[in-house]
């Protein structure tokens, strides 16, 4: 009887499956006599084969019990809408001269990759990534920005009195006054988007 309750309890489909009335009502939980069967579980457990053979059956009911997988299909990646393929696809390879490809078939980004250059430098200026020279991966981070910026009146009024020479900073960087100019200019850059 125990073990017909627990069946019911685990079927897979919900209108199978035994309710909380179905097993109050069950005759198992409303026995009242006692049974004098001797439960042979440590006998059965100390022989190999029997409990090899109940992992088996256990591994065959959960088998039984598994929903089929659902199909997955994957969009294409030229339709798909992630900020971070669409980044990759828009600043492509870096080619050797420094420059970054512009894709005309997302000429809006433009402004969205500049953003993400700025909020790179203040990234690095608050957590610099361990392991690097933090100084050289400063200035790389920030003439990334620099060359997707440099209208941004901020950037030009501001880098300069840090040292910044168009391709790198020439004396030891303040992070945290680094790090609030180029929050100004996102302020800035994201005010003119807003405002056209």
């Not at 402004?111 to 690097?132: F, M, T």
């Not at 100084?135 to 981070?141: F, G, T």
Request: glycine fraction near 6%; charged fraction near 30%.
């Amino acid at each position: 009887m125990a073990k017909d309750i627990v069946r019911k309890l685990l079927k897979v489909k919900p209108e199978e499956r035994l309710t909380i009335e179905g097993v109050l009502d069950h005759p198992w939980l409303n026995c009242t006599e006692a049974l004098d069967n001797v439960l042979p579980s440590a006998q059965m457990m100390m022989d190999k084969a029997v409990v090899a053979g109940i992992q088996q059956a256990h591994a065959e009911q959960l088998a039984n019990m598994r929903i089929q997988d659902l199909n997955v299909s994957l969009k294409p990646l030229n339709s798909v809408n992630n900020p971070i393929l669409r980044k990759r696809k828009l600043l492509g390879p870096k080619p050797s001269d420094g420059f970054f490809i512009h894709d005309p078939e997302n000429g809006g980004e433009d402004s969205n990759v500049a953003l993400e250059k700025l909020r790179d430098v203040i990234a690095q200026c608050i957590l610099p990534q361990a392991g690097e020279n933090e100084d050289e991966k400063l200035n790389e981070v920030m003439y990334d920005a620099w060359r997707f910026n440099r209208d941004c009146k901020q950037l030009r009024d501001g880098l300069p009195g840090l040292s910044w020479d168009g391709r790198s900073f020439s004396d030891k960087v303040d992070r945290l006054k680094l790090a609030e100019i180029v929050k100004q200019a996102i302020e800035e850059k994201t005010n003119l988007e807003e405002s056209h």
